[in-house]
């Protein structure tokens, strides 16, 4: 089971985009008033997911200057954009600073700000987006960001210092949802996708230069907001990019085609979970809800189905009408963890039986991906509710939290602490005393 890293939570749902996180120690309770270690307000908005590296936290956000944040869900679906109707929809005549955010993980100490591009956006989002969805990355030599709605693409030093900047294109995105895929990262690689109305980019820049090693263009353009993955296999290294109906893998160093699957209904709002033996993925929409496919590694060429959404070469199961929503699915090693709203599903991941289907009590709509902190699957809902399920018990609630706010970031673990972005303010959940409840 692959794990972050010492360093840090480095990506979206961290090392690899595994959403698997080792040897920490975090707290099994928490409120306003039990082990919150810090509270600040970041300013701006935006739903990216906090990077850390050692003591540093990295967040980005948009600035402007008039008040914009998003919405939540059920406000976010009564507008227009959600029936489809995204025509109707302009962009707001503010003007926003882009910005990247550095803080001490440990206090919550603001160490610096630095804006990376501004100006109006040309496109509007979803009343429930933000124009700072893309969460960053990082490694020991600087901190990596993507802008989406401007298609800007950045490296900074841990001290701020710009170090280079490409642009990708600003374009329209399916019913004026705007942007949302985050970037990854793997040695000293950095991987941005951008696909929209206009766009079917995919593109590995240096990380210490932003040299452009290589890119590849789709066929077809659709707009997607899955985040690429690294997935490192029993196998070799591949690198996971989904959209509309078609998943491709590639190799990280030198955008080798390595196979494809195409004629399936592929993520689109959420990402791939995976481990060392398969990557598991599906996509929904509001519509419909396709398969949930498991496919192991070693495969090549184009192993598309000839049936849509039916099984194919080295797909080891699949179970229909069972794909995750917005929330990414996540592998513990052992089991698949699918979360529809505040519905938990589990599947065995050899198997694909599925073995837990059950609601997971006050939680509501859910966003942000699940987690796995060792054996602990941490899920949080909108409103800020939070439970911990022990994967080894029979996903037992064996902890639970509350914060007042509204959250659709995926939360960061580090330094035996949580990390969670809301609208309103960057919270940091770490056991602040001697408590009963703690590790």
């Known amino acids: 089971m692959a794990s972050v890293s010492a360093d840090g939570f480095n990506q979206f749902r961290g090392q690899g985009g595994t959403a698997v996180v080792l040897n920490q120690t975090i707290p099994l309770e928490w409120s306003t008033d039990k082990n919150l270690a810090w509270k600040i307000d970041v300013p701006g908005s935006g739903w990216s997911q906090p990077v850390i590296w050692q003591n540093k936290l990295f967040v980005t956000s948009a600035v402007g200057d008039k008040e914009f944040r998003p919405k939540d869900f059920n406000d976010g679906v009564k507008t227009p954009q959600s029936m489809g109707l995204g025509g109707m929809s302009s962009p707001p005549k503010i003007n926003f600073q882009w910005q990247v955010h550095c803080y001490d993980a440990l206090s919550g100490s603001h160490l610096w700000s630095k804006t990376v591009v501004e100006g109006r956006p040309e496109f509007p989002v979803h009343p429930s987006n933000s124009y700072a969805t893309e969460s960053p990355v990082v490694d020991a030599q600087g901190v990596y960001a993507m802008f989406g709605a401007t298609g800007t693409v950045a490296g900074l030093s841990h001290s701020g210092e710009l170090l280079?900047?490409?642009?990708?294109?600003?374009?329209?995105?399916?019913?004026?949802?705007?942007?949302?895929?985050?970037?990854?990262?793997?040695?000293?690689?950095?991987?941005?996708?951008?696909?929209?109305?206009?766009?079917?980019?995919?593109?590995?820049?240096?990380?210490?230069?932003?040299?452009?090693?290589?890119?590849?263009?789709?066929?077809?353009?659709?707009?997607?907001?899955?985040?690429?993955?690294?997935?490192?296999?029993?196998?070799?290294?591949?690198?996971?990019?989904?959209?509309?109906?078609?998943?491709?893998?590639?190799?990280?160093?030198?955008?080798?085609?390595?196979?494809?699957?195409?004629?399936?209904?592929?993520?689109?709002?959420?990402?791939?979970?995976?481990?060392?033996?398969?990557?598991?993925?599906?996509?929904?929409?509001?519509?419909?809800?396709?398969?949930?496919?498991?496919?192991?590694?070693?495969?090549?060429?184009?192993?598309?189905?000839?049936?849509?959404?039916?099984?194919?070469?080295?797909?080891?199961?699949?179970?229909?009408?069972?794909?995750?929503?917005?929330?990414?699915?996540?592998?513990?090693?052992?089991?698949?963890v699918v979360l529809d709203n505040n519905i938990l599903r589990a599947y065995d991941a050899t198997s694909g039986q599925k073995i837990q289907e059950r609601r997971l009590g006050k939680l509501k709509m859910i966003a942000a991906s699940p987690i796995v902190v060792d054996n602990k699957v941490l899920v949080l809902d909108e409103e800020g509710n939070a439970i911990l399920l022990d994967s080894m018990q029979e996903f037992a609630a064996v902890g639970n939290g509350k914060i007042d706010d509204t959250f659709w970031s995926t939360p960061a673990i580090a330094n035996n602490s949580i990390y969670l972005r809301g609208i309103n303010s960057l919270y940091c959940i770490r056991t602040t005393q001697t408590d009963s409840t703690g590790q």
């Open 164 to 336: 280079w900047k490409k642009e990708l294109g600003a374009f329209p995105t399916n019913n004026g949802f705007g942007t949302g895929s985050s970037l990854a990262i793997l040695d000293d690689a950095i991987f941005a996708q951008h696909f929209t109305e206009k766009s079917a980019s995919l593109t590995c820049f240096e990380s210490a230069t932003g040299t452009v090693r290589w890119s590849d263009n789709r066929d077809q353009m659709g707009s997607s907001w899955s985040s690429p993955i690294v997935w490192t296999n029993s196998v070799r290294p591949e690198l996971i990019s989904s959209g509309g109906e078609q998943l491709i893998s590639y190799s990280p160093k030198t955008g080798e085609k390595l196979w494809m699957v195409s004629n399936l209904k592929a993520p689109t709002a959420c990402s791939v979970a995976s481990d060392s033996q398969r990557i598991y993925f599906g996509g929904s929409d509001p519509m419909s809800k396709g398969p949930l496919f498991a496919v192991r590694a070693g495969a090549s060429g184009d192993i598309s189905p000839k049936k849509k959404n039916d099984s194919f070469a080295f797909c080891d199961w699949l179970e229909k009408k069972a794909a995750p929503g917005m929330a990414s699915p996540v592998s513990t090693g052992i089991h698949i």
